[in-house]
């Protein structure tokens, strides 16, 4: 009897061990804005980064590399995040699986980068009531990106959950 009950205990054990931990996200204390303070990523998870993903063309009648064919600074986020949300669906993931962003804005005419812009677009995709998982992110203005028309560009990092 005590074998047996040595061998049940071991198999609850493995079976519990078998359990994946979920990722867990912290909010950030006394505040709504809309990016976790951190997130933190069990040991059996899968991590996959994405390259930076950059606007599409949303003008196919402008000159190319322009900013008119790609669109003001909420257009261009919503266009980057529909193709990294694209690059997601083909490994089976979705944009809540992300759980950290390093985004690239680039200011206009001398002007400082239109923040609420980006916010605007970012926020079709993380707090809403259909997705809230909330990612890490981090935000840096820079001088310019590889052709002229892109405001952003963002690198995303995603995990994939063991569901044993």
Request: net charge negative.
């Amino acid at each position: 009897m005590i074998r047996f009950a040595s061998l049940l205990t071991g198999a609850v054990l493995l079976a519990g061990a078998a359990q994946a931990d979920p990722v867990v996200r912290h909010k950030i204390p006394g505040s709504d804005f809309p990016i976790a303070r951190a997130v933190e990523v069990p040991a059996d998870a899968t991590t996959i980064y994405l390259s930076g993903a950059v606007p599409a063309v949303v003008n196919q009648d402008a000159e190319r590399g322009s900013l008119a064919a790609y669109g003001d600074m909420t257009e261009q986020t919503r266009t980057v995040f529909q193709a990294i949300e694209t690059s997601l669906k083909e490994m089976d993931l979705g944009i809540g699986d992300i759980v950290k962003l390093q985004v690239y804005l680039v200011g206009q005419d001398g002007k400082p980068m239109d923040f609420a812009g980006f916010m605007k677009g970012y926020t079709e995709f993380f707090g809403t009531e259909a997705q809230p998982n909330l990612p890490a992110r981090s935000v840096f203005q820079v001088a310019g990106l590889a052709n002229p028309g892109w405001l952003i560009e963002v690198e995303a990092i995603a995990v994939r959950e063991d569901k044993d």
